[in-house]
């Protein structure tokens, strides 16, 4: 068993191109994990091990990892900067302690920063920062500093000092230790020179050390009393004490630098993961409830503890079958264990237990609280699902998943294609919770539904090349979705049918109105049992439930999903031996139905939040653009050297071949990045076209 105080569990997260997998890949090199340096632009790095991702470059899964360094076993995950992949950081911060958080030294903060932020923030992580590509033209280490305060609201605080910049970046100067680090980048910068603070920069030093140790102070009465009558008498271990519980506890943001990719920063970025990121133990007990009740209770980070753990991912391994990702939060695991999963109130045996390496494999027979691993032989296990042994239930809190924001249509050629395509869409679902998919009976069409059209175009890419699908494959849809404005009370929903033996009856009344989103922490659909007296019996009211559920996949309108409904469920009756589960369900069902209908409903679309950094001379164009696409502009900055950013809100339905036009506005000069914002009401005009082409209520599902 190892000591838990040495575990260290953390994410690398960053905007796209801020060279997280390449930090990524360096961590491995200096661990020893890997002898050779892998390249993201030369496809060959470990973490990036998909063929579509060595082709684009990019990361597209979060990617699992083990290494140590000095005495501590740190667990990474690599993960994807792109929104289209924003489920990925979402699972893994979920499940880790500490984040290292990176960003250009260029770039600054950036959008899909500010995402990743607000993430970690929901989920209370830790973090320090990194400011990578320090060798770049226009790296200026304080500006970044400056922008996460503005942006981010984040009280960062430099601990290194960088030594030059741009082509000139030679090294770091450590605040807290007082000493410098020259690095050769020809020598893999494996063993840095370390140097007395060089004199034309002593007096930066000190005025920034100063900034650090105040910083740290104001988080501690006892250190800020000693330092108010002599700031010298605070030694530097009672500093980095001090320094370590500040991030644990008070949000404290030191912020280090670097440039992976020439080899400079790392080790000492490796030390401050090991000195101020959390172990198991400093992180509170994870909280859950007892199945069938509202109870709460916790987990501690202990090896004696009930075991429990979170799947938080899962992938196909061509060697060995279904891989489920779980962080063991408490107690001890074994292979050949049988463990249960509470979600889905089912036992499975544990068949092998597996530490990854981004791709490749180390088979170990035990696994403990603190530990990320990979388990072999769970058949339901989904994304999100409770693993504990079954005298021991707990039921830990689940991961937020998005919506879909983009349809796609895909048509198998053959027979033999529909087959195959069937077990792929399977297994894609499994692996990726905003992947969904459904058929259209009509059309014999499957409709994807994903985050948008990277996201689609590599699960398209993953049919063809994995599971060898030939299909023709639809232009990208907008993934449209319905809700109500109005209420109604006391509607009935009644089945009764006799079939010369025993009978079907169930009968439900229900009162329907919007749901208050502020109240509904994140659901689409609330459901009130509000019964007294036993006019249903307990047993039928989840069916009822379930009924009322079920109706809302196909809207009124177009047919497609219903978002914010709250029903209270007032009265019904049942009958002694004609009622089952199945009759209240379909109760429920035709209730639910007769209830949309008078509800006001409406057509809603995804609007997405859309940054675009352009060169001054084009704003007005870019405006006039936005303006066109029924946008609306919500801010503008002035960014350095002559560029502005513009912020707007803008209908994903409109957003198609934005980059072609942005690039001839711009000369090519202008960049932008764009996220999932909300949904809006549709205009009444494109809600009728809308309406026209589906049909009118064809189910989408």
Not at 162 to 170: D, H, L, R, S, T
Not at 372 to 391: R, S, W
Request: hydrophobic content about 35%; overall charge negative; proline content about 4%.
């Amino acid at each position: 068993m190892s000591d838990l105080s040495k575990i260290r569990n953390i994410g690398i997260a960053a905007h796209i191109d801020a060279g997280k997998t390449t930090l990524t890949e360096r961590i491995l090199f200096y661990t020893g994990r890997s002898h050779k340096v892998g390249e993201v632009h030369e496809g060959s790095a470990t973490m990036d091990w998909m063929e579509q991702e060595k082709e684009r470059g990019i990361t597209i899964t979060s990617a699992a990892t083990t290494c140590e360094w000095d005495g501590r076993t740190i667990n990474i995950i690599d993960t994807p900067g792109h929104v289209d992949f924003t489920i990925e950081v979402e699972r893994s911060l979920r499940v880790l302690d500490g984040l290292v958080f990176v960003l250009c030294a260029v770039g600054a903060v950036q959008p899909q920063s500010e995402t990743v932020w607000r993430q970690a923030n929901r989920y209370r992580v830790p973090r320090i920062a990194f400011v990578n590509k320090m060798d770049r033209t226009g790296a200026d280490f304080f500006n970044v500093i400056s922008k996460m305060r503005s942006r981010l609201m984040a009280r960062a605080v430099a601990a290194q000092l960088p030594i030059g910049a741009e082509g000139n970046f030679q090294g770091v100067i450590n605040l807290l230790e007082g000493q410098a680090y020259y690095y050769d980048e020809n020598t893999t910068g494996l063993d840095p020179v370390i140097k007395e603070v060089p004199e034309e920069y002593f007096s930066q030093y000190k005025t920034m050390r100063h900034e650090l140790i105040e910083a740290i102070v104001e988080t501690d009465d006892l250190l800020m009393e000693k330092y108010l009558e002599d700031e010298d008498s605070i030694t530097e271990e009672e500093l980095k004490s001090a320094l370590r519980r500040a991030v644990l506890h008070d949000g404290l943001i030191p912020v280090f630098c670097g440039t992976a990719f020439k080899n400079k920063g790392v080790q000492n970025l490796l030390d401050a993961v090991n000195r101020y990121m959390p172990s198991p133990i400093d992180v509170p007990a994870i909280k859950g409830t007892i199945p069938g009740t509202e109870e709460e209770d916790e987990r501690p980070s202990e090896v004696n503890a009930p075991f429990s753990a979170l799947a938080f991912k899962i992938a196909t391994d061509p060697h060995v079958g279904r891989l489920t990702y779980c962080r063991i939060y408490s107690g001890t695991l074994n292979k050949g264990d049988t463990i249960y999963n509470v979600a889905k109130g089912k036992g499975e045996r544990v068949s092998r237990l597996i530490r990854m390496h981004a791709n490749s494999r180390e088979e170990i027979d035990t696994c403990q609280a603190g530990d990320i691993v990979a388990v072999i032989g769970l058949k339901t296990a989904t994304t999100g699902d409770t693993l504990t042994f079954k005298d021991s239930q707990i039921l830990l809190e689940s991961i937020h998943i998005p919506e879909t924001v983009m349809d796609v249509a895909i048509e198998p050629k053959t027979k033999q294609d529909n087959e195959k395509m069937t077990d792929g869409l399977l297994k894609l679902a499994e692996e990726d919770p905003t992947f969904r998919y459904t058929y259209n009976e009509e059309t014999g069409q499957v409709i994807i539904s994903g985050m948008g059209e990277l996201h689609l175009e590599i699960i398209v890419d993953r049919l063809m090349r994995e599971f060898k699908v030939e299909a023709n494959v639809g232009k990208p849809q907008v993934a449209y979705r319905e809700t109500i404005k109005g209420s109604v009370d006391q509607v009935h929903g009644k089945l009764a049918k006799q079939t010369g033996g025993k009978g079907q009856y169930g009968h439900c009344i229900i009162n329907v109105k919007p749901l208050d989103l502020e109240k509904s922490e994140g659901k689409n659909f609330m459901f009130t049992n509000a019964i007294s007296g036993g006019d249903i019996p307990k047993q039928y009211i989840p069916s009822v439930e379930k009924g009322c559920e079920e109706a809302l996949r196909g809207g009124i309108l177009a047919g497609y999903q219903i978002l914010g409904v709250d029903v209270t469920l007032t009265g019904g009756s049942f009958h002694e031996v004609d009622s089952s589960e199945m009759a209240f369900k379909a109760a429920g069902s035709i209730a639910m139905k007769d209830a949309l209908k008078k509800c006001t409903p409406v057509i809603l679309e995804p609007a997405m939040k859309v940054v675009i950094v352009t060169p001054e001379e084009y704003a007005g164009n870019v405006n006039g653009d936005i303006n066109g696409r029924r946008g609306h502009v919500e801010d503008i900055a002035s960014e350095d050297e002559g560029y502005q950013s513009i912020s707007a809100k803008v209908p994903m339905a409109e957003m198609f071949g934005f980059s072609t036009d942005l690039r001839n506005k711009s000369q090519g000069r202008a960049t932008y990045t764009m996220e999932f914002d909300n949904y809006v009401e549709v205009p009444r005009s494109i809600s009728d076209e809308i309406i026209r082409k589906s049909g009118g209520a064809v189910a989408k599902g």
